[in-house]
């Protein structure tokens, strides 16, 4: 079987977790995951809620699961969803724990989160499907420029992960060409990860990001790429994982990355 690694999974310990941190490894290593890594999520004021996690609780329960499974890497990470007037807080947090990885991600556009599809695409006034694409995208940039430590970039492309009904597509990379440019040559200038995330790979056929940005990202000469599921529950860990795998091939993607301890390393596509 083949080797895998994910490098985006929740537990319970995260607000919108679905499974056991336990039960997420075992369904992982039934996948052939090797190397997974959780990123229980961070958000301050996110819809009104804080996603916050129990530091002491998820230390202990991957101590158990390292134990349990001593023939995986079991990573301890934090998805560290950003926005301009939380981050200090957010940044407060992530100082908490030795860390594993940190994942930077952006729910918040114009202190909205697209995943309330009504609220974000039908109240505000002026909305096309254009306008949420910049802004994302722009919301995205600013995060990637501003927030100080992290290892790689969360699911660039969020702002359509639950419009399919809609008809919007992916974003791609002609949505805003100049954003993203700035985004990957950070990225790669920095020695940062863009991640692939297969959340909803079933639906729309690719990763998020879609296959016109990676096809960008490679071009200009990203190669670091961390996969992950974003599984919240048992059925989701390493989702598509071999049709993302093929893609990337197609696209020249060598390796993907995972990292130990904040540092990098590399499994052979
Ligand atoms: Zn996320
Ligand atoms: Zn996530």
């Not at 694409?133 to 990637?144: G, H, I, P, T």
């Not at 430590?149 to 639950?162: E, S, T």
């Not at 071009?219 to 059925?235: A, F, K, N, Q, V």
Request: proline share 3%.
């Amino acid at each position: 079987m083949k080797e895998y690694c994910d490098n985006h999974i929740h537990s319970f310990l995260s607000l919108d977790g679905c499974a056991l941190l336990i039960d997420q490894v075992r369904a992982s290593r039934e996948k052939g995951v090797k190397h997974l890594c959780f990123t229980e999520h961070i958000d301050i004021e996110l819809g009104g809620q804080n996603f916050l996690v129990d530091f002491p609780s998820y230390e202990k329960q991957i101590m158990e699961a390292r134990e349990a499974f001593p023939d995986m890497d079991i990573g301890i990470g934090l998805e560290l969803g950003d926005s301009k007037d939380t981050r200090d807080r957010v940044i407060e947090q992530s100082n908490v724990l030795n860390l594993d990885f940190k994942l930077l991600s952006r729910h918040s556009v114009r202190n909205i989160d697209p995943a309330w599809v009504e609220d974000f695409f039908d109240k505000v006034p002026g909305r096309t499907r254009d306008s949420a694409a910049k802004d994302y995208v722009l919301a995205v940039m600013n995060s990637v420029l501003r927030f100080p430590d992290w290892d790689a970039l969360a699911h660039v492309g969020y702002v359509f992960k639950f419009t399919k009904d809609r008809g919007y597509g992916s974003l791609i990379y002609e949505d805003s060409p100049d954003e993203l440019d700035i985004i990957f040559r950070f990225l790669i200038e920095h020695g940062k990860a863009l991640e692939v995330n297969t959340s909803r790979f079933d639906e729309y056929g690719e990763p998020i990001p879609g296959v016109s940005l990676l096809k960008r990202y490679r071009e200009l000469g990203g190669e670091l790429i961390t996969l992950g599921s974003d599984s919240h529950r048992t059925d989701r860990v390493a989702q598509n994982f071999p049709e993302a795998t093929e893609q990337l091939k197609e696209l020249g993607f060598r390796y993907v990355t995972y990292f130990m301890n904040r540092k990098m390393n590399h499994l052979t596509l």
